[in-house]
């Protein structure tokens, strides 16, 4: 968003990301899951950089959706 000219976008983007940050960093030591999570990324990025936009969505998508799962579980059991 900064490379294309989006000030006030980039600034949201700054504040969600310092937010999410700390979650991120709870979930990833909670469910254990960073080799997965890493592996995840990495093909969601070689479908973007094969132009496979769909694909990478999907992933993308399913990536976020078990994480969460995963993290609600998590904390649903702990309490």
Known sequence: YQHAARPQTFA?????????????????SVLDN???SQREHYGI????????????AQ???EHIEVDAHKAI???TDSY
């Not at 949201?12 to 990833?28: D, K, M």
């Not at 070689?46 to 936009?53: D, H, I, P």
Request: hydrophobic share 50%.
């Open 73 to 75: 579980a998590a904390m």
């Open 12 to 28: 949201i983007v700054e504040r969600l990301h310092a937010n999410v940050e700390r979650f991120l960093q709870i979930e990833a």
């Open 59 to 61: 992933l993308l998508k």
């Open 45 to 56: 990025l070689e479908q973007v950089e094969s132009g496979n936009a769909d694909r990478a």
């Open 34 to 36: 960073i080799k997965t």
